[in-house]
């Protein structure tokens, strides 16, 4: 039984992929991006007229290093779907900060946009704008290897660990980068990211990024792994001093100020809502966390060092503090003006961005997707988007902005007098046990199992209704049923 998914997590996502260039009719490879990338009711427009012969053809230049991905049975089965009228099209426009953007995508302030070349291929490539790495006044001295990664059997980052700093250009040619940049692409919107070691430097540099042309500068008060004490992290985690600097930044230039938050506190709001008070028109976050890994082929001269945190796993700890923000009385508006939120971490498909869209963002930065798979995963972020705002009948993102701040609560107003029980699809299951060992050893003993049928069974007297067996279930079989009332 071929799970699609599974076998598209599997494919290799290659340059000049070798399964296209075989086919005569149809561009595979870009129909199983886009099933990887959360695509896959739309895939079928890249195949739709491929035969057999063609995703065989296709399927035998495969060069997956374990063995070919299975073209033929993914793609034959997938019907074609036909684009979006364009004069029904929704829009993916959005106003950041007064500033009309494109669509709400990003890069993020880091190795994905260090010089004019690659910013500009972004651009080209569909990327609304760039928060460009952080430009500084410091020599910047970078350490080799400076990247690890946290993998799950996939050649697929889980998680990214990063010691890279800032900018190592000249202040002056970052500065000139930025001003060409705007002026070759002056619909795309430019963000100077910055960082002072004292107040001068703060001012300087915010002016420089004014006189640049750029739409907005934002401040880094989060970078975790500085070499000097008093910048980065060591900031954003003082309410003090994230007041002055930007005080001093919003004093000295006229466009729009974004201080970057670090995640690495306890309580975001604090930090945010001395920006706040200090002028700031919008907030970036989150930046990486502190963590460490033990990889001895990341050492440094055989040393190991803490440093940033990045990927998929940070994701659901950004959209906790992207909520503690958003669902701040002061910081929300609900005591004059509102300030305005620019989402990262761990964002790879448009669903990611949805998420944080949902909880109040007007924008998202992605950094670690596109170190993994280039810039080309724009294409899958608009068209994804897109098609859940007409399956919606949505004609704009603006509608999407904040929806779901509503539904999150805190502990103490959950329902706590139903329950919801899992149901075993015989069909799908195969018997393997692992709900029954999960259930035995970590649940409440509410699974039994037939070792001679293995058949697993849920004892509904035992059964509070955790879900930890379907989420151990590897096929997928075990389901929910209708939410009722506890039995008193």
């Not at 998929?312 to 009385?329: D, G, Q």
Request: aromatic residues 8%; negative net charge; proline residues 5%.
């Amino acid at each position: 039984m071929l799970h699609i998914e599974e076998e598209a997590a599997r494919c290799l996502l290659c340059a000049d992929a070798p399964c296209s260039k075989a086919c005569k009719t149809g561009d595979p490879a870009r129909a199983i991006r886009a099933i990887r990338f959360g695509n896959g009711k739309l895939a079928g427009r890249w195949v739709a007229e491929c035969t057999d012969e063609d995703l065989e053809a296709a399927e035998r230049a495969c060069i997956h290093y374990d063995r070919p991905i299975r073209i033929r049975e993914m793609l034959k089965p997938v019907d074609a779907v036909d684009d979006v009228d364009a004069d029904l099209k929704p829009s993916l426009a959005i106003n950041f900060c007064g500033i009309r953007c494109e669509n709400p995508f990003f890069l993020a302030s880091s190795a994905v946009c260090t010089n004019y070349e690659m910013v500009a291929r972004a651009f080209d490539a569909g990327w609304a704008g760039v928060f460009y790495k952080t430009i500084c006044k410091q020599d910047i001295r970078e350490v080799s290897p400076r990247f690890d990664a946290v993998k799950e059997g996939t050649p697929d980052f889980y998680a990214f660990r990063n010691m890279e700093q800032l900018s190592e250009n000249p202040y002056a040619v970052d500065f000139d980068i930025l001003r060409r940049l705007k002026h070759d692409y002056p619909t795309k919107i430019v963000v100077a990211s910055i960082m002072g070691q004292f107040e001068e430097e703060w001012i300087e540099l915010a002016r420089m990024a004014e006189d640049a042309g750029c739409d907005a500068v934002e401040l880094n008060f989060s970078c975790p792994q500085m070499r000097l004490a008093g910048m980065g992290s060591d900031v954003g985690q003082n309410p003090e001093l994230v007041a002055t600097y930007t005080t001093y930044v919003k004093n000295s230039v006229k466009i729009p100020v974004i201080p970057k938050m670090t995640p690495n506190i306890t309580h975001m709001r604090l930090p945010a809502m001395s920006a706040y008070f200090a002028g700031a028109d919008a907030i970036s976050a989150i930046n990486t966390i502190k963590s460490l890994t033990m990889s001895p082929e990341a050492a440094v001269s055989g040393r190991l060092t803490i440093s940033g945190y990045s990927g998929r796993a940070v994701k659901p700890i950004a959209l906790r503090y992207i909520h503690e923000m958003a669902s701040n009385p002061v910081l929300s508006g609900s005591h004059g003006k509102r300030i305005e939120l620019s989402g990262i971490g761990g964002i790879e498909t448009w669903r990611d961005a949805l998420e944080f869209i949902q909880l109040g963002c007007r924008n998202v930065q992605v950094c670690t997707a596109v170190m993994q798979y280039g810039y080309r995963i724009i294409d899958d972020l608009v068209i994804g988007l897109e098609n859940y705002l007409a399956e919606r009948s949505l004609t704009s993102v603006e509608a999407l902005v904040g929806e779901a701040l509503p539904s999150v609560v805190t502990p103490t107003d959950l329902d706590r007098d139903t329950i919801v029980y899992p149901k075993i699809d015989r069909d799908w299951c195969i018997g393997c046990g692992r709900c029954f060992m999960s259930c035995q050893d970590g649940g409440h003993q509410a699974i039994a199992f037939d070792a001679e049928t293995r058949s697993p069974r849920i004892i509904g007297t035992k059964c509070v209704g955790c879900h930890l067996c379907r989420l151990v279930c590897p096929t997928g079989a075990i389901g929910t049923t209708k939410r009722i009332n506890k039995k008193s």
